[in-house]
Structure formats: C-alpha cells, structure tokens
C-alpha cells in the first residue's frame, strides 16, 4: 500500500467516523440524571439533577442544604460554604421554588442519597 | 466535541511526557464545572477522541526524538532506527497502519469480542497477579546472561520507585505518574541521546510503500496482543509488542512497527470497551468517561466507537502529514539543542504541576530511567514501576 493510499484511508475512516456519530448521537439521551435514579450505587460518581428547590436551609457555617424535587423523586443537595463563595452569581439569593440544576458528585450521608454540588444552573 | 478532542490527542501526542490520562486527570477534577456547559456525553467524546488520536500522534515524537548515534547505543530503540537510517517517515507509516488496521478490525470483530472479552476476563481474574508475575518473568529471561540480572534490578529498581509513590500520599493522585514517567521514559532518553552527541541523517522524502503482508499480519497480532492488555492492567504497549514480536515465529521490524502502532491503538479502544464489556476502568481516560457516563449501555458503547473510528482517521491523517514535516525539519535542526529544550520543557511542566515532591520523583526515575540503556537491556523493564504495585495490589499485599 502506498503513502497517499493511507492518507486516502484515514479520510474514509473519519468521514465514516463522523456520520456514524451524527447517526449513534441521536439514540443517547443526553439529558440530566432523574432523581429518583440516583443511588447509593453511583457514590463518587459526577451527576447532573435538575429540579424545584422545596426546602432551603443555611447553617450557622453558612453551608447551603436544598431540597431539590422532580417528578421522580427528592434529593437533598449541599453546597459547602468554601465552594458556594467560589461561583458565579449568589447562591444564597436562591429561594423554594426556584427551578435550578445541581453538578457534583454523588455521596451518602446518614445513609441518605446527596449530591455535593461544584456548580449551580439556573 | 471529537474534533477538539482530536486537538487535544495532537497536543498530547507530539509533546513527549504528556498524556491524554493526565489531562483527563485534570478534567476528574472539575467535572461539575465541565458539566455545567458540556453533556456528559460531549465530555466522553473529547475524552476518547483524545485518547485515540494520541496514539497515532505519540509515535512522531518517540520516532524522532531521542535517538542515540547508532553505533555506540547498546540498545536503539526500533523507531530509532529508521531514523537513523533516514526512513523516519516510514515508520510514521508503518505505526499509522497498524492504528488504522486494528480500529479496522475492532469495528468489524466488535460482536465477537463483546462475547470473548467477558469470557476472557473472568477466566484470568483470579490469576491476575500470577499472570503479571510470569509477563515481568518472560521480560526479564528475554535477555541472556547477565543482561537478566540487570533486567530484574531495573524492574525491581522502577517496581520500588512505583510503591513509593503510590503508598505515599506526596503527590496529588491526578498527576501522581506525571514526574516518574516523564524521568522514567522522557529525560532519561534525551540526555542518552544529548551524550551520544548524534545528527540526524537526511531524510528519505520518497513516498513509503507499505509491505501489504507484514502490514495485515502485525494489525492481526496488534489487534490481539492490544485486547489483553485491554483487561490486563499495568502492562504497556510497547512491552506487549515486545511480547508478541518475540513470541512469534517471523521477526520483522516493519512487522513489529505496526503492531506496536495497533497495540496503542486497540488497547487505548479496549481499556474504554472493559467499562461496557467487564465494568472496569482499564486507563485514566477510561476513569474519566466512567464519572461523567453514570449510565453506560450499548449506545454510549456505539457512540465511542464511532468516535474512535473518527478520531483514528484524524489522528492517522495528521500523523502521516505531521511525519513528513518532522522528517524535513530534523535534518536541519540541531538535535542535541532540540533534545535540551524539551528536557526544559518537561522540568518546567513537572515544576508546575508537581512541585518540589515532584521534581524529587522526577530525578530518581530519571536516575533509574538511564540505567536500561546503560546496561543494554529493554526499556520495558522500567514498566515495574506499574506492574510491581499492581501485582502486590492482587497479591493481597498492598
């Protein structure tokens, strides 16, 4: 096989690579994790949850507890004080019934699902 | 997102010392922050495209940089020796092949393995650590007299140097490997090849013709050889490759260049496949998909296939181009200038990542890095820095 016959190769390889993406990309669902999906399991592992904030509390160490709810299910979700200084916008300012979505890792706590959010979406 | 993570392959590929686990390392780190803008499954598809193509592109530095001049070296790596001989671009080829051959391969064979690889794994997961044991054996006795001995003090060396640093909590866990196989496999190389005192001999701009035979035989041996180490943790590329070419009844070097190139290639794919196919993370860029892909079903398995096969025609087609640049450049620079600024280089980047702890562990794999080619044995033994704390790891020990 020659050199340009390689090239030639490599281009057919990625071209198919592509529309094979384009094809596969449709049938993964792409969106964030339901609650109620969430399990002791998955501890450690990165998670996304999108929900109704249905309980709000702030500790005397200014950590920030939510409740987060779906349709499938409640999870409590923390943000630690150290981290909830360290993103954009305040999330102190959220109250119950803000539509929000929470990123971290998953952990357990008391034998309780929780996620330990890095970051907030509204 | 593959496109990207094509970028990110080159990037990785072509600088000796980096690698696409470390980055991924970097990204385990923030993955909530990632998340925030990207799917988790865009974030696996940078990541596998990333590990993908850098398997393509790593070979551009390791056949062009830190070579030694051909008659003094005691042992001269096989990549080095087409360069030396003014063939680098062939050998740039030759690997491309073999990547190309076993993503080939795999998509064609990706039923059948989907049965094997179960199988196989569960047959030797018992007998992991023996399995280890008598791989590092056959290393060590494939060299003769008391080049064996020299073998088993380097891995033992190496082997000690891996313990350390994994049952020492003095390096941060996402660049804990960083420094030692950077000394280990970078430096230790370069300053060989500083003190050889080599120039590079003009390069051979001819188009390269493929040897049909030997290419489709190492794909196959590639393919194989890669899918073992594919659910074998701890063993390296180039270790099975030696493995296979010295197993096998025909030794050829073109052979051995492309399967050594398909060993990359298949066992970067396979140690992502043992997450649908075995649940175990098999690489750094295999842990990285595993915690941001919560729920990893046959979809996610089709969708990093495609990738991969998309990421290796890229990562193929930049490395057979990024070759013939290589190949008009090195003749004209001065090697022994090329090989200090990237020594500095890596210093820096283990400066910065590591620190002080890191530039420590840095010296000493270096330390233990030249001794191979000082005493003339394989440079795999250096692996024992994996495979000695993996099978304490199984033993029970550790």
């Known amino acids: 096989m020659e050199e340009s016959g390689l090239l030639k190769l490599s281009l057919a390889c990625s071209l198919l690579g592509l529309l094979s993406i384009f094809l596969v990309s449709g049938q993964v669902s792409e969106n964030a994790l339901e609650i109620g999906g969430v399990t002791g399991d998955m501890t450690g592992v990165a998670a996304k949850v999108c929900g109704n904030i249905t309980y709000k509390h702030v500790s005397k160490n200014n950590h920030l507890f939510f409740r987060l709810t779906d349709e499938t299910g409640t999870i409590s979700v923390v943000v630690f004080n150290g981290t909830a200084r360290g993103m954009t916008g305040n999330p102190y300012s959220l109250k119950e019934g803000d539509n929000i979505c929470a990123l971290g890792k998953v952990g357990m706590y008391k034998g309780s699902v929780e996620i330990l959010a890095d970051s907030l979406g509204l | ?398």
Request: aromatic share 8%.
């Open chain 2, 1 to 398: 997102m593959a496109m990207i993570g094509v970028l990110g392959g080159t990037f990785t590929g072509l600088i000796p010392g980096v690698h696409p686990n470390t980055v991924a390392a970097v990204m385990l780190a923030s993955t909530s922050s990632l998340l925030l803008f990207f799917t988790p499954h865009a974030i696996a598809v940078f990541v596998t495209s990333m590990a993908i193509s850098n398997t393509f592109l790593n070979f551009i530095p390791s056949v062009f940089i830190g070579a030694p001049e051909g008659e003094t070296a005691l042992s001269v790596l096989p990549g080095h020796r087409f360069l030396l001989k003014g063939q680098a671009q062939e050998a740039v080829c030759l690997t491309v092949a073999g990547g190309l051959g076993v993503i080939m391969l795999s998509v064609v064979l990706f039923p059948l393995v989907s049965v094997v690889l179960p199988i196989l794994y569960m047959g030797i997961k018992s007998y992991m650590a023996w399995l280890l044991l008598a791989i590092a054996g056959v290393m060590i006795l494939l060299d003769e007299g008391m080049k064996r001995v020299y073998g088993l003090i380097v891995f033992g060396l190496s082997g000690i140097l891996g313990v350390m640093t994994m049952e020492t909590p003095l390096l941060p866990d996402q660049s804990m490997l960083f420094p030692i196989f950077t000394g280990l496999f970078g430096i230790s190389t370069l300053i060989i090849s500083i003190g050889s005192g080599i120039s590079v001999p003009r390069q051979s701009q001819a188009p390269v013709r493929l040897p049909v035979k030997e290419t489709v035989m190492g794909s196959v041996k590639g393919f194989f050889s890669g899918m073992l180490m594919g659910v074998l943790p701890g063993i390296g590329a180039a270790q099975a490759g030696v493995l296979a070419h010295e197993l096998s009844m025909r030794k050829s070097i073109r052979e051995f260049m492309v399967s050594l190139g398909g060993i990359n290639t298949v066992a970067a794919l396979f140690s992502l496949m043992a997450l649908y196919l075995i649940s175990r993370p098999r690489s750094g860029a295999a842990v990285a998909v595993q915690e941001v892909l919560v729920n990893f079903g046959y979809g996610e398995m089709l969708l990093l296939m495609a990738t991969a096969l998309f990421s290796a025609g890229a990562g193929a087609f930049l490395t057979i181009r990024a070759g013939r640049g290589f190949a008009r450049l090195f003749q004209r620079l001065d090697y022994r200038r090329v090989s200090v600024a990237i020594i500095v280089m890596l210093v820096g980047m283990v400066a910065l990542m590591t620190g002080p702890i890191g530039m420590l562990y840095m010296v000493t794999s270096t330390s233990i890095g030249l001794l191979p080619p000082l005493f003339g044995v394989k440079r795999t033994s250096c692996m024992g820095v994996l495979m000695l704390p993996i099978m304490l790891f199984y033993f029970g020990l550790m």
